[in-house]
């Protein structure tokens, strides 16, 4: 049964609506009554006493007999009962939320989709609290509960909820600076906030700068939305983990990608392009050209830099013809009529 009875009874009967109203819609159920198949009818009792008699009339199978003691025993439980010392559930913030023996799997609840915000907020504060030892996984649950500060559409957001949410990811960078995939991120969240929400290019640009200082080959991690279906009896065999792979990319060439965004001038982006360039794959630094010639305009350097890449075979289609658009575009502008076509 694991740390804690989890096993219900299907089908629409007295036990199965019993599971229901005590412990909501994520149960896991088992047909431990319908010892004929899948198809084949079944004795049913319902909760206000009535009996539907299928073919095998009142006889009830023995070993239906013992799922449905089973069963029965498993349901008298309160909701809140405990084996050892592992309670089922935990109420955080009004809110009663399911243990899970690993922090993994507790930060995967935590990360899948939630009706409320409120809720899912409850849920990332519960990691830490179930499972204190894993710091990098209440790290991770820390950043997204920052985010959530943001509202709904942090393009809608105003000056409280970004405040907020600039608050908590320092809180963060102050808790976590010896786990560099949390405090890179939280920096660059800051730059993000103070650039793009903020309007404060300067300062972002110093945190972005601080980032690169201190986590220059810090990568990023891949970490997908998990879907929460479910409870299901785990393998044995097989480790409950959450795999973060790490792309080629780092956070620092990230921040580099956002100071061409903003600087204030056309040398420190140039410098940050070069950084991208010398460390970053081919495509990402075509990419970062694209946004400085959109941000600064062509000149001859750029314009040299855009034909190499063109020139070259196998390159990414969408990009290939952003930058031919924006180079056509010059060569129009700067050579009239006969220009690029």
């Not at 047909?31 to 079944?42: L, Q, T, V, Y």
């Not at 790290?139 to 559409?153: C, V, Y």
């Not at 220059?216 to 879907?227: G, H, M, R, T």
Request: glycine share 6%; hydrophobic share 45%.
């Amino acid at each position: 049964m694991g740390k804690w009875p989890s096993y219900f009874v299907t089908a629409p009967n007295y036990c199965t609506r019993r599971a229901h109203r005590l412990y909501g819609e994520k149960v896991i159920v088992l047909d431990i009554f319908n010892m004929n198949g899948a198809d084949s009818p079944r004795s049913v009792y319902t909760d206000e006493g009535d009996h539907t008699d299928g073919p095998c009339g009142w006889f009830v199978h023995p070993l239906r007999l013992l799922g449905m003691v089973v069963a029965l025993f498993l349901l008298s439980l309160p909701a809140t009962a405990a084996t050892g010392d592992f309670p089922r559930t935990l109420l955080v913030d009004g809110r009663q939320l399911p243990i899970f023996a690993t922090a993994e799997e507790q930060l995967s609840y935590a990360r899948s989709t939630f009706d409320e915000a409120e809720e899912k907020a409850a849920a990332l504060k519960a990691i830490e609290a179930i499972h204190p030892s894993a710091r990098e996984q209440a790290g991770m649950a820390a950043l997204e509960l920052a985010f959530l500060a943001l509202g709904d559409d942090y393009r809608l957001v105003d000056k409280n909820q970004y405040l907020l949410a600039s608050s908590s990811y320092l809180g963060i960078l102050e808790k976590y600076p010896d786990l560099p995939a949390i405090a890179a991120k939280a920096l660059w969240y800051l730059g993000w906030i103070s650039c793009d929400l903020a309007a404060d290019t300067q300062q972002g640009i110093r945190w972005y700068q601080r980032l690169i200082a201190l986590f220059p080959d810090e990568k990023l991690s891949i970490v997908a939305p998990v879907p929460w279906l479910t409870i299901r009896p785990a393998d044995p065999d097989v480790p409950q983990h959450v795999d973060y792979p790490k792309t080629i990319l780092t956070w620092a060439d990230i921040a580099h990608l956002e100071i061409i965004r903003h600087a204030a001038s056309r040398d420190r982006a140039w410098q940050s392009f070069e950084a991208i360039e010398a460390r970053a794959g081919e495509v990402f630094a075509a990419a970062a050209l694209k946004v400085l010639v959109e941000r600064y305009g062509f000149d001859d350097k750029s314009e040299r830099l855009v034909r190499e890449f063109l020139a070259k075979p196998g390159v990414d289609t969408n990009l290939k013809n952003d930058l031919l658009l924006a180079l056509s575009v010059y060569r129009r502008q700067t050579d009239g009529p006969g220009g690029v076509q």
